[in-house]
């Protein structure tokens, strides 16, 4: 519930819009008045009265309902009280009914969102700069079907170009089967940076023969070419796995390969379509971008190509709502120019493609994936941010069971939060120090926070006592608690509408606060008969909000810690 709103929307005062009136409402830093204020001196010049009287009349005027309790005018302000038993009763009754499905909606009707994200590179590292787009797109999935929609999500993989020539020449020189299967993705990129670093003339002609044997449908390159992707999508699900991440297809670009001449057809029947040096060219100089490359002057297709074809396929394949490309903001121009070109062919729906730009991730000890050959791979990320974890979970609680597995939520997810925590058009520096801080704005702290609720509801257990309901009235941390679980669902609206999981990440953090201020403000076990009760319900509620939330970030919580 968003009290602003709600009070702004009954306050009528002339010349001022409700979103200002909402804008101005505060929370005073002495709650004993009033949980909202509004100060109507703002109002004064505006209406012609003095702030002590515009706060009697809207006082006077403003009918107290079910949410908000009493209204009042003290000194210039109005004041109001929120129904807390209302809130509390509501809140609880939801959460308790509602369980995991709390937060969910059926706003999305069933309509279709795809996602397009991950989309990694065959026999390419899988490196940490794909970190970002993997659990933002994952943690967007998950927000979408979790609000009724059906989310499609895509791996769009990199599997066309004449790399895979370089690789198939570089093998053949080099490379050997038994070598290949031992080393899976590691040995094939080595084989691929090994060609870069010593191809001559000969070499490059070589690859690109091989190349062309792949696109004519040649036996032998093409069972080459099949064995390295299935080796690198072998791979990556292994990771997948580990971030919890999931998709619905994998059509690549390659897929794309017969489905790009008619959308080059269509173009020259529009008129769109130019020469420029040789190549075919859509020009942007109208709407100041450089020209969208359609086909090289040798008559390849180029990624913005096989962009078209995809958005198109996937228009006519799922009749999306909107098509999300998960992509770094490096990729600004490039999308920019696929959706102006769909525009311009007079494909309405190319509104509903949107680029979710994000920023880059680097490693706080500055190894980045600059020097030729040595990329940070997000597996030696994950691996080590889990065996840190072990280390200082085995410190603070050695006796505890399960260690590993708790490790492995923890350290996966602290990448996984790391990554997500803020603004996602931020570039983040990676700390592993910082992502595993049990007291900092961590997942760790939020899992710990979960086991510290669970904790006490297996003491309660243990003890006979269960949590129910009590006609109570909450007090101030209980109410702030009460407050931050009542607005999930919202929390949740939010982060889709803007497609923003740093919403959820810190309503998680922001939550697990607002439980730990009342854990140490309020006696739960101890006190009394009743009141115990109702504070394990609150308790309860606490943690299925949280594991609500952090499952839809893809992070785990564990029992214990
Ligand atoms: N594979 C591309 C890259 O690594 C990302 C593809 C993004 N999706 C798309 N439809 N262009 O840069």
């Not at 059509?251 to 008619?262: A, I, S, V």
């Amino acid at each position: 519930m968003d009290y602003k709103r709600y009070v702004a929307k009954q306050l009528k005062i002339e010349g001022i819009s409700e979103d200002e009136i909402a804008e101005a409402v505060a929370v005073p830093p002495n709650t004993e008045m009033g949980d909202y204020a509004l100060p109507c001196f703002k109002f004064a010049k505006i209406m012609r009265k003095s702030p002590v009287q515009i706060a009697e009349e809207l006082a006077g005027a403003y009918k107290a309902d079910e949410v908000i309790s009493e209204v009042s005018a003290v000194n210039g302000y109005l004041n109001f009280k929120v129904n807390r038993k209302g809130l509390a009763k509501e809140t609880l009754g939801k959460i308790k009914k509602e369980g995991e499905k709390y937060g969910s909606s059926k706003t999305g009707g069933g309509k279709v969102i795809c996602l397009d994200y991950s989309s990694v590179n065959i026999a390419k590292p899988f490196h940490i700069g794909h970190l970002s787009t993997t659990v933002l797109g994952g943690a967007l999935y998950r927000i979408f079907n979790f609000l009724g929609y059906k989310a499609v999500g895509i791996n769009h993989l990199g599997d066309y170009g004449t790399q895979f020539g370089k690789l198939i020449s570089a093998y053949k020189r080099w490379g050997n089967k038994a070598e290949v299967e031992k080393g899976g993705i590691h040995a094939i990129n080595e084989l691929y940076v090994r060609f870069t670093n010593e191809a001559d003339e000969a070499m490059e002609k070589e690859a690109r023969e091989y190349f062309r044997l792949i696109e004519n449908g040649d036996k032998e390159a093409n069972e080459l070419f099949e064995w390295f992707k299935k080796i690198t999508l072998a791979y990556v699900e292994t990771i997948y796995e580990k971030l919890h991440i999931k998709f619905d297809s994998y059509l690549g670009e390659r897929f794309y390969t017969d489905k790009m001449q008619p959308v080059v057809d269509e173009l020259r029947e529009k008129g769109l379509l130019k020469e420029s040096q040789g190549a075919q060219i859509v020009d942007l100089e109208p709407y100041g971008m450089s020209p969208c490359l359609i086909l090289r002057s040798d008559g390849a297709s180029l990624y913005a190509t096989r962009d078209l074809a995809a958005a198109i396929y996937r228009k006519n394949t799922y009749d999306f709502e909107k098509c999300l490309y998960v992509v770094a903001y490096q990729q600004n121009l490039h999308f920019k120019q696929v959706f102006k070109v769909l525009e311009l062919m007079g494909k309405e729906w190319s509104k509903d493609l949107v680029h979710v730009a994000y920023g880059m991730v680097s490693l706080e000890d500055g190894a980045m994936s600059t020097r030729k050959g040595k990329v940070v791979w997000l597996e030696d990320v994950i691996n080590k941010c889990v065996e840190k974890a072990y280390r200082i979970i085995d410190e603070k609680n050695p006796a505890l069971e399960n260690k590993e597995a708790v490790a492995e939520k923890v350290g996966i997810g602290a990448v996984i939060f790391g990554a997500l925590y803020n603004n996602k058009i931020k570039d983040i520096v990676f700390s592993y120090d910082k992502a595993l801080n049990f007291e900092g704005e961590t997942s760790v702290y939020v899992q710990y926070t979960c086991a510290r609720a669970a904790s006490v509801l297996a003491k309660a257990e243990a003890a006979g006592y269960k949590p129910a309901y009590a006609d109570l009235q909450p007090c101030a941390a209980e109410f702030e608690l009460l407050k931050a679980l009542a607005a999930f669902p919202d929390t949740v609206q939010a982060a889709a509408n803007a497609y923003e999981p740093s919403f959820v990440a810190r309503y998680c953090v922001d939550t697990a606060q607002k439980f730990n201020k009342f854990y140490l403000d309020c006696k739960i076990l101890q006190a009394e008969e009743g009141t115990r009760e109702y504070r394990l319900l609150l308790t309860e509620a606490t943690l299925i909000t949280l594991k609500n939330a952090l499952g839809l970030i893809g992070i785990g919580v564990p029992e214990k810690m």
